[in-house]
């Protein structure tokens, strides 16, 4: 039964979930994505192993991971890896589906995360974001990228700098650089879904949120954007897989709920004792 | 060789003998693991001009940044993963604020395999990451060649070998025998790739305890120069089996982040004043670290073998 209440980015988080098939191989970005990964392998995509950067292979967890070597991605694991030997896992090819956010993205998909020169140098750059971490290693290897990131003021003609991978400047680019995957084929935003064309590897409009129009979406893009002819509102998320959300992640971190002021610890202890406690997991 | 029966020292004599100011280092674990003890007795030590290699770094790194410990960064990512932002990173790099950063950039797994090429002692590794990215632009260590036996771009990245690595381990044995619980990271090549390695644990066990799980060792004590037994050594992270994580800790440390000032309010209150990492724990006080005990116990525990 679909929800009647939800949030925006509750929609991202389910619209992510919703790109990851039953039985893949899914290395989940720090975030968001890792909302997406946790509410398919609850739902659709039970046999789906959510692989993370820090070694954790198959975790069935209790809580949405703050970090990619927070304890719950090596809850109830199937293996844990040093971080190395993960990423030979994708770049020799076993790993099926990344997912990752960004800050820019150009038409063929490929993100920044590095700085936002602002008129300055790399070395001093306007503002400085956190690096690639493993954004460029999952967008280089795993055989396709889910891209989940807020449309604002980052889907630009030229970006900043090239940190993660796309169909680079259009089709056969990846396969001539050498690189392993075949790139991303969707982007998940607060607006709508985007996709790329086969062909072009140009990225088009393909769903719109409930309440967006085509002109509110293609006034964000600095690029003119394509859209898709027969253009229809996303599925919107089901009762369960809102409830998953709200039970794994307590404290909203992954939705962007960052608490401004002091956190009491009696408090926080209670809520996060009780969180744990509610929830139910099957260990097969 | 490092052979002696007895390798403990004081977390003080782990600092001042092993990573004097302008050395390049690594610390073990991430999100988990960090070895907090560590850092707070470099910055108490006033160590400076430090390079730090890593793949990703959070809170710890941060707070090395704004104490002013460091001045190069190899790796890929320095932020606080979902939970904030890395100001003090942002500070240093945007405005110089305490230390003007150097920064030598790769991806992760370009970041892992420089710890793999250190520590099987050759002198790159060569990976299809990076490639067709800006990555490579601006850091002149990473080429990209056809490779010799096929002809197909690769990325080569060099080596590293940090002088010192410092990874916190659940337990270990007098020689440093360390047995690893739970998220690896890349600490089984870094342990090998150090010049000098000190190994953290949370206790000292018997060689005897060591050698009923085998597989849980993950650093042999042919690797390691210095033990030290440092209870907590993590907080405000997690240690897997030991201790949860302090996130309402971590948030007071995001508020302080906010400006220079403030920050240095916050490590004076915390680090400084406390005067060593039992004055800190003892800030913390017995019943919030207990909390903190019982809520790992009550969710992930250690598998015991009989």
């Known amino acids: ?284 | 060789m490092k052979n002696s029966k007895d390798k403990q020292i004081s977390l003080h004599d782990a600092v001042a003998k092993y990573l004097p100011s302008g050395s390049s280092y690594a610390f073990g674990g991430l999100g988990g693991r960090d070895p907090f003890a560590i850092a707070f007795e470099i910055i108490r030590q006033g160590i400076k001009d430090l390079t730090v290699i890593t793949t990703s770094s959070m809170d710890i790194s941060n707070i090395m940044i704004g104490a002013g410990c460091i001045r190069k960064v190899e790796g890929a990512y320095i932020w606080i993963g979902s939970v904030g932002s890395g100001l003090n990173y942002r500070r240093a790099v945007e405005k110089g604020i305490p230390v003007k950063l150097e920064l030598e950039e790769y991806s992760n797994y370009a970041s892992s395999l420089r710890f793999l090429a250190g520590s099987m002692n050759i002198p790159f590794m060569a990976t299809r990451s990076m490639i067709g990215s800006d990555i490579p632009k601006y850091n002149d260590k990473i080429k990209i060649i056809d490779d010799p036996y096929t002809g197909s771009p690769v990325a080569l990245v060099p080596a590293a070998n940090p002088d010192a690595a410092f990874i916190h381990v659940q337990k270990a044995d007098l020689t440093g025998n360390g047995q690893i619980w739970g998220i690896l990271m890349n600490d089984l090549v870094i342990a090998r790739a150090a010049r000098k390695l000190v190994v953290t644990c949370e206790e000292i066990v018997s060689t005897r305890e060591i050698r009923k799980l085998p597989n849980l060792t993950a650093i042999p004590s042919y690797c390691v120069d210095a033990v030290v037994e440092v209870p907590f050594c993590s907080h405000p992270m997690w240690t897997a089996g030991y201790y949860w994580c302090d996130l309402p800790f971590r948030r007071n440390f995001m508020l302080h982040n906010k400006t220079q000032e403030s920050f240095e309010q916050w490590i004076k209150e915390w680090v400084i004043d406390t005067g060593s990492w039992q004055g800190y724990l003892d800030k913390l006080g017995q019943d919030r670290l207990n909390k903190l005990v019982q809520m790992e116990h009550d969710n992930y525990k250690i598998p015991q073998i009989l």
């Open chain 1, 1 to 284: 039964m679909l929800a009647e209440k939800y949030t925006t980015k509750e929609l991202m988080a389910v619209c992510c979930a919703h790109e990851i098939k039953n039985g893949e191989v899914v290395f989940m970005g720090i975030g968001l994505p890792m909302m997406g990964g946790v509410v398919a392998s609850r739902t659709h995509a039970k046999n789906a192993v959510l692989v993370y950067e820090g070694g954790g292979v198959g975790a069935i967890s209790r809580r949405v991971p703050w970090s990619i070597g927070d304890n719950p991605t090596a809850e109830n694991a199937l293996m844990v890896h040093e971080m190395w030997r993960l990423f030979s896992d994708g770049q020799a090819g076993y790993i099926n589906r990344g997912v990752i956010g960004g800050a820019q993205i150009d038409k063929f998909g490929n993100i920044n995360t590095t700085v936002i020169m602002g008129g300055k140098s790399y070395e001093t750059p306007a503002v400085r974001l956190s690096g690639s971490g493993g954004a460029n290693d999952i967008a280089s290897s795993c055989g396709e990228t889910t891209i989940v990131m807020q449309m604002d003021r980052g889907f630009r003609e030229k970006i900043d700098f090239i940190t993660s991978p796309g169909h680079l400047n259009g089709p056969g680019a990846r396969k001539k650089a050498g690189l392993v995957g075949n790139g991303p084929t969707a982007v998940i935003t607060q607006k709508c879904v985007l996709r790329f064309d086969e062909l072009t590897k140009e990225m088009y409009l393909y769903e719109l949120f409930p309440g967006e129009t085509v002109d509110g979406v293609k006034s964000l893009v600095e690029w003119d954007l394509k859209v898709t002819p027969d253009i229809k509102v996303v599925t919107t998320p089901t009762i369960e897989e809102i409830n998953i959300i709200h039970t794994l992640d307590p404290k909203g971190f992954m939705l962007g709920a960052k608490s401004e002021g002091e956190e009491d610890f009696e408090k926080f202890f209670q809520l996060m004792k009780q969180a744990y406690e509610a929830v139910e997991i099957d260990l097969g």
